[in-house]
């Protein structure tokens, strides 16, 4: 009877385990007993020295304390001497999926490095729900912390204190790394970046809230301020506080997120921020395209467009 009884104990659990809080279709879904699973698989790839573009990428540390780390690109130097622009690129993936280190981002930041023949810095930063917003922003902060800790020339890494100029940086981010990289600039222009010049941000369909993924969002940061939070929705005074020069937005006809990101950008014309923007639509194409079909015509056209906006005079 006793073992009866802890069968029916052990299937009552098995049940409860099996059951879910909360769903959030095609991110992630957590069950009642705290297990989280993700509906995309994100494959790692090493880094390498690619023999057709000669551009070289290693791994490094950004804090030990928080486990965050990065991946270095540095494309084939004209000269040992020469300085390149320093390109800190955001990752998407709903704050939730995606990596630095996964096949389609490590091609496509080296792809960039490549054409633009810069120097980028992709961030490998924590995943909610696991480790709940701002942990992204904070890691995304840390890791610009840590490429500016090596503007006088003494910091951890050569190929930064040797080859990059830090008075030609630019942020960039897709969909949740566009927000983030948002977010990167507002802190550069409130508490100042010393020895290190941020010159422009490109928001690659970036998520803005106004859309149903604003759920999500609120889930993933128990400490937020609703739907009007500065984070997600970015005011006109946060807006004027941006601390670059140039803003280069790309959006999709087909994207859900394209009319917040329209607003975002009728929004911060409008603002006290001095700076210039510009918006590009690819007609035809849905969220993320650039990534996912990389050969196709527009993403070569996107591509060009972001090369041009870093290589600027």
Not at 159 to 188: E, K, P, Q
Request: proline share 6%; charged share 20%; aromatic share 10%.
């Amino acid at each position: 009877m006793e073992h009866l009884h802890s069968l029916h104990e052990k299937a009552k659990l098995e049940k409860s385990n099996g059951q879910l809080s909360h769903l959030f279709f095609p991110f992630f879904k957590i069950y009642q007993d705290g297990r989280v699973e993700r509906f995309m698989h994100t494959d790692h790839v090493p880094p390498s020295d690619d023999p057709l573009t000669g551009v070289r990428s290693k791994d490094v540390i950004i804090s030990p304390e928080t486990g965050v780390s990065a991946r270095l690109f540095i494309p084939k130097l004209p000269n040992p001497n020469c300085k390149l622009p320093l390109l800190i690129y955001i990752h998407g993936g709903g704050f939730s999926i995606q990596s630095a280190f996964s096949t389609s981002y490590n091609h496509y930041v080296k792809s960039l490095v490549a054409e633009a023949n810069v120097i980028a810095l992709s961030v490998d930063y924590r995943l909610a729900p696991e480790h709940p917003i701002p942990a992204c922003y904070d890691d995304s902060w840390a890791a610009v912390q840590w490429a500016a800790s090596h503007a006088n020339g003494d910091g951890p890494d050569t190929w930064l204190n040797n080859h990059a100029d830090f008075s030609r940086v630019f942020f960039a981010g897709d969909s949740a790394g566009g927000n983030i990289s948002n977010t990167l600039a507002f802190r550069v222009g409130s508490s100042g970046l010393p020895g290190v010049k941020v010159v422009g941000v490109v928001l690659v369909h970036p998520y803005f809230g106004g859309t149903g993924d604003d759920q999500m969002w609120l889930y993933m940061c128990p400490n937020h301020g609703g739907l009007e939070d500065p984070r997600l929705k970015p005011g006109a005074e946060d807006l004027a506080r941006l601390g670059c020069e140039r803003v280069l937005m790309f959006v999709a006809e087909k994207d859900h997120l394209r009319p917040v990101a329209w607003d975002y950008y009728e929004k911060l014309k409008k603002s006290e921020w001095k700076g210039t923007v510009e918006i590009v639509e690819n007609h035809g194409e849905e969220h993320v395209f650039h990534l996912m079909n990389p050969k196709c015509e527009n993403a070569a056209v996107l591509m060009k467009k972001i090369v041009s906006f870093l290589n600027q005079e």
